[in-house]
Nanobody, 124 residues
Framework: QVQLIESGGGSVQAGDSLTLSCSDS????????MGWFRQAPGREREFVAGRDWNGGNPQYGQSVKGRFTVSKVNGKFTGTLQMNNLKPEDTADYYC?????????????????WGQGTRVTVSS
């Protein structure tokens, strides 16, 4: 059974940093790619960042390039999303997701398993 657990959300000021973590306690996702998505109130869920199952091929959404860094342990479903220089527009619920395809995926439809989400609030 896949159960993705996220942690690390919170309320910060603009310019601050936060690190989100995600892991699956089982081993069935060891060859799954990891993705991070976010959803702001009234908006669609969007891709933020991701890495392939081996921890390679990082991909980022345009709005977070240069500010966010995604990491993933090779061969394990454990990783982080380091968020620097946060802006009010980064306020959203952030979700970790697992894709059985293995390679880095940027589309929501390619992910089968989702965490419960963790809220990030950035005030100006």
């Amino acid at each position: 059974q896949v159960q993705l657990i996220e942690s690390g959300g919170g309320s910060v000021q603009a310019g601050d940093s936060l690190t989100l973590s995600c892991s699956d306690s089982g081993t069935s996702t060891s060859r799954f790619a990891m993705g991070w998505f976010r959803q702001a109130p009234g908006r669609e869920r969007e891709f933020v960042a991701g890495r392939d199952w081996n921890g390679g091929n990082p991909q980022y959404g345009q709005s977070v390039k240069g500010r966010f860094t995604v990491s993933k342990v090779n061969g394990k479903f454990t990783g982080t999303l380091q968020m620097n220089n946060l802006k009010p527009e980064d306020t959203a619920d952030y979700y970790c997701a697992a894709s059985r395809f293995g390679g880095t995926r940027v589309f929501l439809r390619d992910y089968e398993h989702w965490g419960q989400g963790t809220r990030v609030t950035v005030s100006s």
